[in-house]
């Protein structure tokens, strides 16, 4: 194909792209999420066009920065800075125009600097040393040993195989286990290898020559390569002003090693290039494991000793030079099947002291967590969430070594009749998707072609290079999606019984209240009023803090007949249904992630000649607390994130509350000197803070 025909093409792909994200696409919605995966394939298949691919998305960046057109910048972002992730062959200039580019973005508000700051970080060292952006992927992803670049990541898939159906579940495991197959500790070696040498030397480097070399090398031999490139390339990155000409003279010592004498001569083997074709080097997929979500517990790494076992003695307070010294335990804060290089634990025990071997990033390890459903498993991971939380105050700590992100697929279950269920179901997926477009393109829409593809029946032709498009949208999600949103978590206290203590339960999305029909007296109830009318629902006493835009606390109370409520926690919006959308409205209630909207079915009593009627109307309002109970033998049922499982009945009254941060609100101050014995200083009372659970999205929120 000519070079004017690829750009054309090139361009075509880049153009359906950015259609996607108006709203004006009807044409494309059969499409929706295919574009982006198409244009990686094309570049993949033939890295040869991948500058030509990061001319065009850099003219439409800067085309789209001129005009102020702000929907588009993220994701041309996302995807322009994917494609210099995997590319070789990219000229320093094309590096520099794109840094460049990006500086010029951090006058924007944000999300739009947050993200631009975030590509032009990468991008200076990735100027000046070439292929450090996919050495380090792989080799956090792929769990490779190295000491200079020792960072971990691990990606875990849960599902809930009562929420997804068993077709998305094994087509799932399939692509993964196939996937992983392919990428064994030697396959990835040979990959960072020749990628680091193919980004530095270009042109002078034969790829072909190399890679069958590299193939032939047996591992000892392998991994000292390994070793040397990823030593002269991390040492390089290190260096406060990178030299592009020394780590070239480095990484040339090394291709000559490889390859012989004859390599030294630059440019040598252009004339074979000419009849050679670039070989492809793949960006293997993450390490995923995948999990059937049976249990909440199961985000908790390995049970942690108990307090007065050997190990919790040992992880005591010691006496190391007349100074005080926390020994944190080697073993206990890690699952055992993470190992990392000797002497990780050791560096990265401490949560304070050895600071950041990078810029920025303060953790070794990173848990990429990936739960895939509708708002029932979203409702069962913020239950894990707040559970894992709360084990940590009890016992030694997860968080100072290891980043805990957490992603969301929806993904509905096909037997699901209505299509208003399906709605309900997605309320929070709609949402990230009116915050985040990139995020409605890429991940939202792509719940029908999870099923279409689910279903296909498996390709019997071994020989056929399949293309993993599901594991390739979850690839590309846990990688570019780095922007959280934080979402409240409110906590519950239900009472059966108004003299025994109530049962405690948390809700992220909704929690729904129903009258039940039948009559129980309890003990403890409030008794029904003289003169009450009888009619549908039940008396409701109502205290509640009603949320104001000056955030003042202004007590409301009431009594009311209702035959029911909801309690929303994710805002309302008019736009819902009518597909992605360039910006949200900058009213606040659709942006405004810290206060519930509750809706109540009133019941109305009129009398006319006919007689008593009782009609129902629905009252809302805004609240971050509120109180409910029930006035008369009345009971209420309560169905929390739309789980059925999570259903509390003969409820008499109930209390919802933001969830506290766990031991969050106590602080002990500490004393200025380190002596013996000190005087006791009383805990002093704070405000809480709430407890947010973060999801991440490509962009954060747009507004």
């Not at 409110?490 to 948390?506: G, H, M, N």
Request: hydrophobic share 35%; aromatic share 6%; glycine share 4%.
């Amino acid at each position: 194909m000519e070079s004017s025909d690829v750009e054309l093409d090139l361009q075509r792909s880049v153009q359906a792209v950015l259609r996607e994200l108006s709203t004006q696409a009807p044409a494309l919605q059969n499409n929706q999420g295919m574009w982006r995966w198409s244009l990686h394939k094309k570049v993949e298949r033939d890295p040869g066009k991948s500058p030509v691919l990061v001319r065009i998305l850099l003219r439409e960046l800067e085309k789209a920065e001129s005009e102020d057109l702000r929907h588009v910048i993220i994701p041309l972002l996302h995807t322009l800075l994917y494609v210099l992730t995997k590319a070789t062959g990219i000229r320093e200039e094309l590096y520099r125009r794109t840094y460049n580019f990006c500086t010029k973005l951090l006058t924007l508000p944000a999300p739009y600097c947050t993200v631009a700051l975030d590509c032009a970080i990468r991008l200076k060292t990735e100027t000046a040393v070439p292929g450090t952006l996919y050495q380090r992927l792989v080799i956090a992803e792929q769990n490779l040993t190295s000491e200079l670049y020792p960072y971990q990541e691990r990606v875990f898939l849960f599902v809930d195989p009562e929420l997804v159906s068993p077709s998305v579940c094994s087509a799932l495991l399939l692509e993964i286990e196939a996937a992983q197959a392919q990428q064994t500790p030697e396959a990835c070696m040979r990959h960072v290898v020749s990628h680091a040498l193919q980004a530095a030397l270009g042109d002078a480097c034969h790829a072909s020559s190399l890679q069958r070399k590299l193939k032939a090398s047996p591992r000892h031999a392998l991994e000292r390569y390994f070793h040397a490139v990823v030593a002269a390339v991390e040492q390089m990155a290190g260096e406060p002003n990178p030299s592009r000409e020394v780590h070239l003279e480095r990484l040339e010592e090394i291709y000559c090693s490889l390859l012989g004498p004859a390599a030294a001569a630059r440019g040598s083997c252009c004339g074979d290039r000419l009849q050679d074709p670039q070989p492809s080097i793949p960006l293997p997929s993450p390490h995923i494991t995948f999990h059937l979500w049976t249990d909440e517990e199961q985000l908790w790494a390995d049970e942690l000793p108990v307090p007065g076992s050997p190990e919790m003695e040992r992880a005591g307070l010691q006496r190391k030079g007349g100074i005080r010294k926390r020994v944190w335990p080697p073993d206990i804060l890690m699952p055992a099947c993470w190992d990392g290089p000797q002497g990780l634990h050791r560096r990265t025990g401490m949560p304070s002291g050895d600071g950041e071997l990078l810029p920025g990033v303060s953790r070794i390890h990173t848990a990429r967590v990936l739960v895939l459903g509708d708002d029932r498993m979203l409702g069962r991971l913020a239950q894990a969430y707040h559970s894992l939380r709360k084990r940590e105050t009890q016992k030694f700590c997860l968080t100072p070594r290891l980043s805990l992100q957490l992603y969301y697929i929806p993904v509905l279950a096909p037997e699901e009749p209505p299509s208003c269920r399906h709605s309900e179901l997605r309320e929070l997926a709609t949402f990230l998707g009116r915050a985040d477009p990139w995020y409605q393109n890429t991940v939202n829409t792509l719940c029908p072609a999870i099923h279409k593809l689910a279903e296909m029946p498996p390709s019997l032709d071994t020989s056929r290079t399949v293309d993993p498009f599901i594991l390739d949208v979850i690839t590309y999600y846990v990688r570019m999606g780095t922007q959280p949103i934080y979402f409240q978590i409110y906590t519950v206290k239900i009472f059966r019984d108004l003299s025994q203590d109530p049962a405690e339960d948390i809700f992220l999305t909704e929690l729904k209240v129903k009258i039940q029909d039948s009559k129980s007296p309890k003990d403890g109830f409030s008794p029904r009023r003289k003169g009450a009318a009888e009619g549908p629902g039940a008396e409701l006493s109502i205290c509640y803090q009603k949320a104001l835009l000056s955030h003042r606390a202004q007590e409301v109370s009431s009594s009311l007949r209702a035959t029911g409520l909801v309690l929303k926690a994710l805002p309302a919006s008019d736009t819902e249904g009518s597909g992605p959308t360039h910006a949200l409205p900058s009213a606040a209630p659709v942006i405004d992630l810290r206060c519930l909207n509750v809706s109540v079915m009133e019941v109305v009593k009129s009398s006319n000649l006919a007689g008593r009627s009782f009609s129902t109307v629905t009252n809302t309002f805004r609240t971050a607390t509120i109180q409910i109970q029930s006035q008369d033998q009345r009971l209420l049922t309560l169905l929390l994130d739309k789980d059925s499982r999570r259903t509390y009945r003969d409820v008499v009254r109930f209390e919802v509350a933001p969830c506290p941060e766990p031991c969050s609100g106590t602080h002990k101050s500490k004393a200025p000197w380190l002596g013996s014995p000190q005087p006791e200083v009383k805990g002093t009372k704070a405000k809480p803070k709430p407890l947010l659970m973060p999801i991440n999205t490509f962009s954060g929120i747009v507004q």
